[in-house]
């Protein structure tokens, strides 16, 4: 049923375009639905792809836009006078059109909005231009039924089917008081079940819920999901009603907030991408090796003190990376448990039982890798007092570790900071750090050194 | 506009369930919304939550029902009867229901099931019990909206509305045949505009996209994202309309598949939670942890085996920690990056250019990182060429660090296997020994050793 992108059909588009064959190219691709040909364009040069977004009708091509990569997207457009752009924008829901105006250059983006045709819409969308990305502002459209609370239903229908035009998905009807300021809604199925000489203020429904436009984004995912609904109006400072979100637009706030935990536990920022430049990528990961540099740094120093030690019993040191391998394993898995616990809700704060069930986990854990490690120093070494402390100090560092991996997440998020940085490389390395020093000091206590 | 839960409102309620005032704890949560009043049963003991639980009306209880913690909805399920959960059951909808009853035990899923008073919803429920939970199967819910194409509009606007009494959104219409089988759509919106002596047949979309019972939840979700769809419908082997899913029941999927990576970099298994037993917990990280213990075992082995390296210059050593930390990092972050490449689709499979842009990177980086050593290592310890062989072996352990972060996951996606797997501690504990043995060849071959 679903559409498979072949070589074949790359290679037929490829030379319809050499021989200029519009009307094959049309009737190839007229029949595909937006999506696939978003593909089939992030498969050819540039230039094709240019080629055939101007064959198609602009209603098609508006929506393959939207669904083009980010480079392809880009390339498209800077082939595009500013009036070609307009014409695609004209095409499109306010949001959408809006994201793709922001991602142009300033003087382009003053050329292709002039150049807009529908007075309107271009209203709408210079509106939506000036909230920030990350609000409620930023994400919701301008696309949306309303009606007046003193109407008749009879009224209402006629105007609401005039409105729906334009609109792929109704949801829920508005209704405003002459002032615009949301009062409540009414449901498309209430409606057609309503006698139509009822009164709209007779049945609408007057609880619901509303995001002011500054809120966050992730808030109104949040919410959205906690109240299960499709979609949800926004209002500005004066209660009046500016636009609406629907479940569609918060999927990518839900995914990016996810993925957000990712990158943080990997030391890559968010923006970065496998399609961004060089420049780019080194920019979002040197600074977190570079972090890692100087704290293992300190790793050097704290080795470089305990020579002696080391010198008299020579396992100590090759134990090194084992030890910190695992305490940093340890350290990770506990943050990440607690991160998750704090997402979903399951953990709100520090609590001392939580710990102690940690601590537990770790106990059992670093006690069957240090009976383990006990068991292979005695068989390879046979040096049983230096065994003996190599892997009491394991234990201590792995429920250290545990505890480290533990609060620090708490910590952070208590100071309104993400705490998935602890699962990113500068907790770990820093573990690392601490991890190290605890061991020799323990295993130096043991030996008498 | 929201609502926030509070200490005395706990307390209240508390002191309200001691006094057994049923009706003022009736009033108290009745204009609550569900969600909000399964926030509160989360933070009360089992005993006062079933309480509550028992004097709310079922319609209200069934809803709240899904939105509590896990432990809290197993607790309360475990002080009520079969009857009693049978009643709860009757007013959800299948999937929710079936959902739920997946979690009681063998014995107490039949004696429910036989409690259900509604035999039609009752063989649906039974219906979804059937299909794995990562299928399509295991995530539609059997209300939806179906029309038969040789109806008229009028018959077709009488039947919906009966049908769309048990619905909470509608969404899209589908037409079927007389065999039930799935042939088009018509929207709403489409019957709001039309007369009501057309027939279905002349007015219905044939096109529509559709999923098999049996299709991979992570695939449904991927269509219904590619297509920007809010519900799709379910067809079974004979492409007979056996159900519908719609955007929120995707939610989930997606979010958990985004959350499952950074389980995976984690070293934890995604069924593991912060409410989880200590032995759950321990099952799910003991064993990454004991897979790190022996790969650091062979760190180990190549430490001893170099000592004498070491032994004649001492700096070789104090810096192992910071080339795995470093390689570690470059490793993390490169495989990071094309796992999300390979998730949003920018990056397919292997190719020469985006390794070289990979490469790039870590030469950029590494040499940065290297430098800083080499400054750090000649003020420090005057020890001039020692200190070149460990930047030098410095930068090539991070170019194969960036290669094998690059390779692994693109190899793993290649087999089928979740390339995520490649920033879990399996692949950079493995980095850490490979870049511990190429340090020491390099650094020796430099000293001529």
Redesign the interface.
């Known amino acids: 049923?679903?559409f498979k992108i072949s070589k074949e059909l790359i290679t037929q588009l490829e030379e319809l375009i050499r021989s200029g064959d519009d009307h094959q190219l049309e009737t190839l691709l007229n029949d595909l639905?937006h999506?696939d040909i978003a593909e089939i364009l992030d498969e050819l040069d540039f230039d094709d792809a240019t080629y055939i977004f101007k064959v198609l009708d602009s209603e098609k091509t508006a929506e393959i836009l939207l669904?083009m990569?980010d480079d392809v997207r880009e390339n498209i457009l800077k082939r595009l006078s500013p009036k070609e752009i307009a014409e695609e924008l004209d095409e499109l829901e306010t949001n959408d059109a809006a994201d793709i105006i922001a991602e142009l250059s300033k003087d382009r983006k003053e050329e292709v909005i002039s150049e807009l045709q529908d007075v309107e819409h271009a209203k709408d969308i210079v509106d939506l231009l000036r909230y920030n990305e990350n609000t409620a502002g930023g994400i919701m459209h301008k696309e949306l039924v309303k009606v007046n609370e003193n109407w008749s239903v009879l009224t209402c229908?006629k105007e609401?089917?005039i409105q729906?035009e334009n609109i792929s998905?109704?949801h829920s009807i508005y209704v405003v008081d002459d002032e615009d300021r949301l009062k409540g809604r009414l449901s498309?199925?209430d409606l057609?079940?309503t006698s139509t000489r009822q009164q709209i203020n007779d049945i609408y429904i007057r609880k619901l819920?509303?995001v002011k436009v500054d809120t966050e984004d992730v808030e109104v995912a949040r919410?959205m999901?906690?109240?299960?609904l499709?979609a949800i109006p926004v209002v500005d400072e004066l209660g009046r009603l500016v636009g609406r979100i629907t479940?569609?637009d918060?999927?990518d706030v839900?995914?990016d907030e996810?993925?957000k935990?990712?990158?943080l536990?990997?030391?890559?920022t968010q923006d970065?991408?496998?399609?961004d430049s060089?420049l780019e990528?080194?920019k979002a990961?040197?600074p977190?090796?570079?972090i890692?540099?100087f704290?293992?740094?300190v790793?050097?120093v704290v080795?470089?003190g305990n020579?002696k030690a080391f010198d008299q019993y020579?396992?100590l040191?090759?134990?090194?990376?084992?030890l910190?391998?695992?305490a940093g394993?340890?350290g990770?898995?506990a943050?990440?448990?607690?991160?998750?616990?704090l997402a979903?809700?399951?953990?709100k704060e520090f609590s001392r039982k939580?710990l102690s069930?940690?601590l537990?986990?770790a106990m059992?854990?670093g006690t069957?890798?240090s009976v383990?490690?006990l068991i292979?120093h005695s068989l390879v070494f046979q040096q049983y007092l230096v065994g003996f402390a190599i892997s009491i100090s394991m234990i201590v560092v792995i429920l250290f570790a545990g505890t480290l991996g533990t609060m620090v997440p708490l910590f952070l998020h208590k100071n309104k900071i993400d705490p998935?940085i602890a699962?990113g490389?500068f907790i770990t390395?820093s573990n690392?750090?601490f991890g190290?020093i605890l061991y020799f000091t323990i295993a130096k206590l043991i030996l008498g050194l």
Do not use: C
Not at 225 to 228: I, L, V
Not at 335 to 341: D, E, L, P, W
Not at 344 to 347: A, D, E, F, Q, V
């Open positions: 049923m679903e639905h999506a669904e990569e229908v609401m089917r729906a998905r109704v498309l199925k057609l079940i819920n509303s919410i999901q906690k109240y299960d499709e479940i569609d918060i999927v839900i995914r996810a993925e935990d990712y990158q536990a990997a030391g890559i970065v991408e496998a399609s060089v990528l080194t990961r040197l977190w090796l570079l890692g540099f704290i293992e740094l790793a050097s080795l470089d020579e020579k396992t040191i090759i134990f090194v990376p084992l910190s391998a695992t394993n340890i990770v898995q943050s990440a448990i607690v991160v998750q616990g979903n809700g399951t953990l939580y069930k940690e537990s986990v059992i854990s069957i890798i383990l490690l292979y998935a699962t490389p390395t690392d750090v190290i």
